[in-house]
């Protein structure tokens, strides 16, 4: 089985698309962990002309790398023996966005595993803020598989 | 209950996951889900928990990787029914 950090290591996603900076918790079931967005993340320069917000997609993109892909290597490694390469697809995303996200602000996402069946992961996730506030909350689901023969 | 009536039950559980550009019309036994109906991988899933939860089954990887087809999947569901009794 892989020890927690492990999981950040295999993730395919890199600066400045890499929305993970720890796993609080793995399960079976269910997985926890977090990011703090940094003053100068790239979109801010955009979204708004000189009104930094972080973009409903990126939350969803942060909630959909801990909670479904950081959720899928664990539950691909303790499936299969082999730890090799995988492949990774967003299928669906239903949010719902409930505050706004600022600069600087660290969220914690926690995501409960509805089923993992046929390489399909679908999860219940909810983005909290530091004061423990509901952010953002969604079903997602997307294909996981591995790509070594 | 014969292959018709599981025919019928299958088109309305595939119906649900056709893309716009596909009428339901153009479902028969022949039809290739990925190739011809252009479902994907992640609504063949969808497909396959619906179809254990109407005919109450419970497929397994292998049963997925052989249900390319409608028949396929027909077959499948009267074997799996089958071996239940």
Redesign the interface.
């Given at each position: 089985m892989l020890i927690i950090n492990d999981i950040i290591e295999k993730l395919p996603y890199t600066n400045p698309f890499l929305f993970v900076d720890k796993i609080n918790m793995v399960s079976a079931d269910a997985i926890e962990g977090c990011y703090s967005f940094k003053k100068d993340e790239f979109f801010y320069k955009g979204h708004f002309k000189e009104h930094p917000v972080t973009p409903g997609v990126i939350l969803t993109e942060c909630c959909a790398q801990i909670g479904l892909v950081c959720l899928g290597i664990h539950l691909l490694n303790t499936e299969e023996l082999n730890t090799g390469n995988f492949q990774v697809?967003l299928?669906?995303s239903e949010m719902q966005f409930l505050l706004p996200v600022f600069p600087q602000e660290t969220v914690t996402v926690r995501s409960s595993k509805l089923?993992f069946?046929?390489?399909?992961l679908k999860c219940e996730v909810k983005m909290y803020n530091q004061q423990a506030q509901l952010v953002c909350k969604g079903v997602l689901?997307?294909?996981i598989k591995s790509s070594n023969i | 209950m014969g292959n018709d009536q599981h025919l019928v039950q299958l088109k309305d559980i595939i119906k649900t996951y056709l893309p716009e550009d596909v009428p339901v019309g153009a479902i028969g036994e022949d039809s290739n889900f990925v190739k011809e109906l252009n479902i994907?991988?992640?609504?063949?899933?969808?497909i396959?928990?619906d179809v254990e939860d109407a005919f109450g089954i419970r497929l397994e990887?292998e049963d997925?990787d052989k249900m390319q087809t409608v028949r396929d999947a027909l077959n499948i569901i009267a074997q799996k029914l089958r071996d239940k009794k």
């Open positions: 697809a299928s669906s089923f069946r046929f390489n399909k689901s997307g294909m | 994907n991988s992640a609504n063949l899933v969808d396959v928990l990887n997925m």
